[in-house]
């Protein structure tokens, strides 16, 4: 059996790491600020500091992430920032972007926090304000919605195309060429959008933005 | 006779076309009837929820709205986790929220639809799991499975954040329904690890990586079993790069719950759409050929 120390070192190998030192002593300058284009964020995070507002920095939400590995900061860093309002470096951040939704820190949290939905608040954020780092994120969900608002039902060779456009990456679309080819060999995708009918969802997605000021 | 209705959501239309066909079969062939949802819409997937919250809630209910006005069938079906999971998460705010049901309903009104909270949302495991159960599969299976082992694979949106009828941390619930084959079960600890979702589209790095550890995990099964599009599509469309660049062989078969299911009680690979699988191995194929 493992000694416990040699346990512990090994699953939270970030607690003795020098991102974690970063973190906490964010209002110093990291090498991360001095890199990177300076993100102006004007939309308020009060929402998202009620919904972490109780975060004991346990770092379960870190430990249950399967993500974790390719994030600059982890979770519980992340949630730390949230509260002290360092907008600009969450948003330099690919943290919450590289949330996948799994729910792992949602059900473990030993404070009950929605912590899914607060990392899905900042990536609504990062939409509205049309911050670049998350152009392709954004673009993917947004020509996703774009396709139902069309159709009703996603058409998923469209929407793919409309997000390869927006890319403006020529070489984007390669990557994904040979699944494509092989979805279409199999009739899985179709060029011909899917239906002819209405568009049911327009009012709904015009009423919301109504009452949202904006999508 | 079992009703449900039937909301299949979009991927099932698409790249998930045998999920759907072998889900119909399958309850075709247990004697439960599925009842399609009128002009049922995408239930947002995980789109919505990253640009607005607000529409993340109103496209699903706009389905729970539209499910509601057949009365005598409470129980929707769902066979996607991420739509599952959507129109679960509808029900359960709006159940618990008067105000948000309010201000859905006054987006709704425009298409007179109105939301009241009588319907429920079952995953398609849930009701194969909980509702049929191995008792009803057992004496209908035609052709055993003993020499397969099998590797059930559970993903995370129709266990977490709701835990409905499955332990979401060690869940249970495809095991006794494998076993109803003959199949012995692939002991593992990846079943419930995330494939990375959309990663494969955003951050494809990230994706694969997680999709390799799953991969992996699996090697010494027969096959994987999903019960959801977007675990599917990862798991099977991307082993051949995985390999090329990891200079392993991970090359495992994957197939949905129903198909595995439905070939255990006689139905054909043509009914079950074998055919538009994307990762069945030669090893799979000689096995099944021989049970």
Same mark, same amino acid.
């Given at each position: 059996?493992?000694?416990?120390?040699?346990?512990?070192?090994?699953?939270?190998?970030?607690?003795?790491?020098?991102?974690?030192?970063?973190?906490?002593?964010?209002?110093?300058?990291?090498?991360?600020?001095?890199?990177?284009?300076v993100?102006?964020?004007?939309?308020?995070?009060?929402?998202?500091?009620?919904?972490?507002?109780a975060?004991?920095?346990?770092?379960?939400?870190?430990?249950?992430?399967?993500?974790?590995?390719?994030?600059?900061?982890?979770?519980?860093?992340?949630?730390?920032?949230?509260?002290?309002?360092?907008?600009?470096?969450?948003?330099?951040?690919?943290?919450?972007?590289?949330?996948?939704?799994?729910?792992?820190?949602?059900?473990?949290?030993?404070?009950?926090?929605?912590?899914?939905?607060?990392?899905?608040?900042?990536?609504?954020?990062?939409?509205?304000?049309?911050?670049?780092?998350?152009?392709?994120?954004?673009?993917?969900?947004k020509?996703?919605?774009?396709?139902?608002?069309?159709?009703?039902?996603?058409?998923?060779?469209e929407?793919?195309?409309?997000?390869?456009?927006?890319?403006?990456?020529?070489?984007?679309?390669?990557?994904?060429?040979?699944?494509?080819?092989?979805?279409?060999?199999?009739?899985?995708?179709?060029?011909?959008?899917?239906?002819?009918?209405?568009?049911?969802?327009?009012?709904?997605?015009?009423?919301?933005?109504?009452?949202?000021?904006?999508? | 006779?079992?009703?449900?209705?039937?909301?299949?959501?979009?991927?099932?239309?698409?790249?998930?076309?045998?999920?759907?066909?072998?889900?119909?079969a399958l309850?075709?062939?247990?004697?439960?009837?599925?009842?399609?949802?009128?002009?049922?819409?995408?239930?947002?997937?995980?789109?919505?929820?990253?640009?607005n919250?607000?529409?993340?809630?109103? &496209?699903?209910?706009?389905?729970?709205?539209?499910?509601?006005?057949?009365?005598?069938?409470?129980?929707?079906?769902?066979?996607?986790?991420?739509?599952?999971?959507?129109?679960?998460?509808?029900?359960?705010?709006?159940?618990?929220?008067?105000?948000?049901?309010?201000?859905?309903?006054?987006?709704?009104?425009?298409?007179?639809?109105?939301?009241?909270?009588?319907?429920?949302?079952?995953?398609l495991?849930?009701?194969?799991?909980?509702?049929?159960?191995?008792?009803?599969?057992?004496?209908?299976?035609?052709?055993t499975?003993?020499?397969f082992?099998?590797?059930?694979?559970?993903?995370?949106?129709?266990?977490?954040?709701?835990?409905?009828f499955?332990?979401?941390?060690?869940?249970?619930?495809?095991?006794? &329904?494998?076993?109803?084959?003959?199949?012995?079960?692939h002991?593992?600890?990846?079943?419930?690890?995330?494939?990375?979702?959309?990663?494969?589209?955003?951050h494809?790095?990230?994706?694969?990586?997680?999709?390799?550890?799953?991969?992996?995990?699996?090697?010494?099964?027969?096959?994987?079993?999903?019960?959801?599009?977007?675990?599917?599509?990862n798991?099977e469309?991307?082993?051949?790069?995985?390999?090329?660049?990891?200079?392993?062989?991970?090359?495992?078969?994957? &197939?949905? &719950?129903?198909?595995?299911?439905?070939?255990?009680?006689?139905?054909?690979?043509?009914?079950?759409?074998l055919?538009?699988?994307?990762?069945?191995?030669?090893?799979?194929?000689?096995?099944?050929?021989?049970?």
């Open positions: 059996m493992q000694p416990l120390v040699k346990l512990f070192v090994n699953r939270y190998p970030e607690t003795i790491s020098e991102r974690n030192e970063k973190a906490f002593y964010m209002d110093t300058a990291t090498d991360l600020d001095r890199t990177n284009a993100v102006t964020v004007s939309d308020d995070l009060a929402p998202v500091q009620e919904m972490v507002r975060c004991i920095q346990c770092g379960t939400c870190t430990a249950s992430c399967p993500n974790e590995f390719a994030m600059d900061h982890t979770p519980r860093q992340l949630w730390r920032m949230v509260l002290m309002g360092q907008k600009e470096e969450i948003f330099q951040s690919k943290t919450f972007a590289l949330c996948s939704a799994c729910y792992y820190c949602t059900l473990r949290c030993p404070r009950g926090l929605p912590l899914t939905e607060a990392m899905d608040a900042l990536k609504q954020i990062a939409a509205r304000e049309e911050i670049s780092k998350y152009k392709d994120s954004v673009q993917f969900y020509n996703f919605l774009k396709s139902i608002r069309r159709h009703g039902r996603v058409n998923e060779m929407f793919m195309t409309l997000y390869f456009a927006a890319l403006k990456n020529p070489l984007a679309p390669l990557r994904f060429a040979s699944l494509g080819l092989r979805l279409m060999l199999k009739g899985k995708v179709s060029l011909l959008p899917p239906f002819t009918r209405k568009r049911p969802l327009e009012s709904i997605f015009r009423k919301v933005e109504e009452l949202e000021e904006r999508l | 006779m079992m009703k449900y209705q039937y909301y299949p959501g979009c991927s099932l239309e698409g790249t998930a076309l045998e999920y759907n066909l072998s889900t119909q309850m075709d062939s247990m004697g439960v009837e599925l009842i399609e949802i009128e002009d049922w819409t995408c239930c947002g997937a995980s789109a919505a929820e990253s640009i919250h607000l529409l993340s809630l109103v &496209l699903p209910a706009r389905n729970l709205a539209i499910a509601e006005k057949q009365e005598d069938i409470r129980d929707i079906l769902v066979p996607c986790s991420a739509c599952y999971l959507n129109l679960k998460k509808a029900q359960e705010k709006t159940q618990k929220e008067p105000e948000l049901r309010d201000r859905l309903n006054n987006i709704l009104s425009q298409d007179q639809l109105e939301l009241k909270g009588s319907v429920h949302v079952r995953h495991l849930d009701v194969m799991a909980v509702d049929l159960g191995p008792d009803t599969i057992r004496p209908r299976v035609k052709r499975f003993q020499d082992r099998i590797a059930p694979y559970y993903g995370c949106q129709c266990l977490r954040p709701y835990p409905v499955d332990d979401p941390e060690a869940p249970r619930s495809m095991e006794p &329904l494998i076993e109803a084959t003959g199949a012995r079960l002991p593992w600890s990846m079943g419930t690890k995330c494939c990375g979702a959309s990663h494969m589209n955003t494809m790095e990230v994706g694969i990586e997680l999709v390799a550890a799953i991969l992996r995990g699996a090697q010494g099964a027969d096959a994987i079993l999903t019960v959801c599009p977007m675990c599917q599509m798991l469309a991307y082993q051949r790069k995985i390999c090329r660049t990891r200079n392993e062989d991970l090359h495992m078969t994957v &197939l949905y &719950l129903p198909q595995f299911i439905g070939l255990a009680l006689g139905l054909s690979e043509k009914d079950l759409r055919d538009l699988n994307l990762s069945i191995t030669d090893r799979f194929r000689k096995k099944l050929d021989m049970s």
